[in-house]
């Protein structure tokens, strides 16, 4: 590992570059300390934290981006650290998600626990639910409608869409999808 106060060779597999880490934390004191610590233990350098306070993510957490500067191979042991500690890493770097899908739900959404529904689909490895949003009037049989906006990693849209068909039908729900490439 290059000590912080050294420059490493040039054009060496250990030169410290600019990452982006995205999380999500619970709204309880200290749990932005409780991010940035494994950050610090492992050799990252903060360059700007941008903890979005006044938004909550669908499942109710508080969105932070956090950009640090690290080896390559540090980033690695930064993100495994964070997952360690219970840090919910939405995205690392730019692996993470390349493309959106958004998906509409109808049904008892409320009567089957739209948390659970939510949690399951988040669940999934493929994919993301970065942005909800439900409709307040429900019909006489207590049905509702959701749009949720996914976000999936590179060629995974179909698994995404798998998992969303399989939270809905256990639960009764109709799914109103898009067509995705390849589909007429």
Known sequence: MVPVSESPPEGDADERQAHTVRLELVDEPGELLNALRPIAENGGNLLSVFHERGSLTPRGRIPV??????????????????REAGVNVIQAGTERYG????????????????????????????????????????GADGVSSARLRLAATEGSVNAALDCVRDVADEKELHVVEPLVEGEA
């Open 65 to 82: 981006e956090v950009d640090l500067e690290c080896t390559p191979r540090q980033f690695e042991t930064v993100v495994e650290a964070l």
């Open 99 to 138: 493309e959106e899908v958004t998906v509409l739900l109808a049904g008892a959404l409320v009567g089957t626990d739209l948390s659970d529904t939510l949690s399951r689909i988040e669940e999934c490895t493929s994919a993301s639910v970065v942005d909800f949003s439900l409709t307040d009037e429900q």
